[in-house]
């Protein structure tokens, strides 16, 4: 069955400090992978997108997100995390070209102490 | 930045009575969906709907729920009786188009409580 798993429930760490966080996804094929944040009180909302060309991809807030096809993992990242990135990270995929429906992982708290 | 809105914010609903949830999808969007979260799992895949049919659904969406777009803007989620194990967080979300490459963006949610 299709499935996404994040590694990491909690992560704890301060400010400056780097930041990675584990996706990986059951099969390959055709996919179209998501990351999605949720801060505190807010709505899910997209932070990066990759489907297809170069595998790192950039997103918004200066996260990025690198997909290994043969690891089927979309990790992602940040150099230096600051308080205001506390929030809940999703990582999500589509199956397929035509595919409609996400699949998301189990989600990551972060905490960033200031 | 436009937004998919949800109303309620919290419903509490007793056993077996039915309830609505509500969305305001972006307004050039044709493409709508609802996912739930029960508490401590991972948001879950309950329907797609476009050109006012069902296109996907989950093994979730049993007969006791039904989607509608009643009219231009609105698009509700209906559970007929609703049982304890129906209490989670309803998202709604919606897209320009459909495929892989398109995002969804996603409402607030509506906390839904069945006592």
């Known amino acids: 069955a299709q499935s996404v798993s994040q590694h990491n429930h909690h992560v704890i760490l301060s400010e400056a400090a780097s930041l990675e966080l584990g996706c990986n996804y059951s099969?390959?094929?055709?996919?179209?992978l998501f990351w999605y944040v949720q801060y505190p009180g807010q709505h899910l909302q997209l932070l990066l997108k990759?489907?297809?060309?170069?595998?790192l991809v950039k997103g918004i807030k200066g996260f990025e997100a690198e997909f290994i096809k043969s690891k089927f993992s979309f990790n992602l990242r940040k150099p230096s995390v600051q308080w205001s990135d506390t929030a809940e990270y999703f990582c999500?995929?589509?199956?397929?070209?035509?595919?409609?429906?996400?699949?998301f992982g189990g989600g990551t708290r972060v905490l960033v102490k200031p | 930045e436009p937004e998919v809105t949800q109303t309620p914010s919290h419903q509490v609903t007793q056993m077996g009575q039915e309830v609505i949830l509500r969305c305001v999808p972006i307004?050039?969007?044709?493409?709508f969906y609802w996912y739930r979260q029960i508490l401590g799992q991972k948001v879950e895949f309950l329907v797609s709907?476009?050109?006012?049919?069902?296109?996907?659904k989950s093994e979730i969406f049993d007969d006791q729920f039904s989607v509608e777009r009643p009219d231009g803007s609105n698009f509700t989620l209906k559970i007929r009786s609703t049982k304890l194990e129906d209490s989670a967080m309803y998202f709604c979300?919606?897209?320009?188009?459909?495929?892989?490459?398109?995002?969804?963006?996603f409402g607030d949610g509506t906390r839904l409580s069945i006592l």
């Open positions: 099969y390959g094929g055709t996919v179209n």
């Open positions: 709907f476009y050109n006012n049919e069902i296109s996907e």
């Open positions: 979300a919606s897209s320009v188009g459909q495929g892989g490459n398109q995002p969804q963006h």
């Open positions: 999500a995929v589509k199956w397929g070209a035509a595919g409609n429906k996400l699949t």
């Open positions: 990759y489907f297809s060309g170069d595998p």
């Open positions: 307004s050039n969007h044709l493409y």
